[in-house]
């Protein structure tokens, strides 16, 4: 038994370096620019998001990118996310069942954590994540995926890679109640809501703190290199705290969709 489990070992550290020539990565390439030169949305869980905005995204047929417990805000509207991604061991260990109800096109889960914690996730293209956040973003994503701490960053990058030229952020509020500020400290603002829904990460609350500094520098770091890239990404969260994208007023971006 020990045997077989050192051989597994062997083989998947093999792969991981060799990616690009696997399986996975064959599939992968096969999303390169599928997109090219279309807009979408990347929805964040945040408590500004209102399915109002997610009908309207629905209604004018724009593709749309979600993550994590999304699933929950899916009893009170129609739409439902084109891609679905989650990249966070604790999370997708706990909602794994639910995963695998959701109905869109496509899921992108890590290998990493299929192999880790054994996940298996129906309709899934498994990515080569690496979990290092000093590793600077690759644009080759048939050879790997940078985890740059927040999964909103993964979206974008899996958005680039598909070909979308105009990449808007929803609901990414980039706010909680406990927070790892820049001095390193945990601070708690009970006041603030996390999440769309109340009952979002019951069970796991105490296990997720977010580092609020580090997401900021990942954030610049992602616009940095799809601006030279030729991507653009803008902000069209109602509220919240995130500055480094443009902002984009959603009310005049959906009347100029009307207008059409």
Known sequence: MQLMKS???KRQTFLLKHFKGSKYA????????????????????????????????????????AANRIYKIFDKTLWKPTYFSCEDPIIIKDIEKDINKI??????????????????IKNAYYINMTYNKNDNINKNLDERITCS???????????????????YL????????KMINEQGQVVE??????????SYDNGIKDELVHNMDEATKSFYKTKIF??????????????GKLEVFPR????????EMSGK
Not at 35 to 42: A, L, P, Q, T, V
Not at 248 to 255: H, L, N, R
Request: include cysteine; charge should be positive; charged fraction near 30%.
């Open 7 to 9: 051989i597994i070992a």
């Open 26 to 65: 064959r599939k992968l390439r096969k999303l390169k620019n599928i997109h090219k030169g279309e807009i979408c949305f990347i929805i964040g869980n945040g408590p500004s998001l209102k399915t109002d905005d997610l009908e309207k995204l629905k209604a004018f047929n724009i593709d749309t990118f």
């Open 103 to 120: 109905d869109c096109k496509y899921k992108f889960i890590p290998i990493n954590l299929k192999w880790d914690l054994g996940i298996d």
């Open 149 to 167: 701490g927040t999964v909103t960053i993964t979206s974008i990058q899996l958005a680039a890679y598909m070909g979308y030229k105009e990449i």
């Open 170 to 177: 929803l609901g990414v509020d980039h706010n909680y109640s």
């Open 189 to 198: 603002d009970k006041t603030v809501k996390n999440y769309f829904d109340d």
């Open 226 to 239: 799809y601006e030279k890239n030729n991507v653009k990404i803008y902000n069209a969260t109602r509220g």
């Open 248 to 255: 984009v007023d959603i009310d005049k971006f959906f009347e």
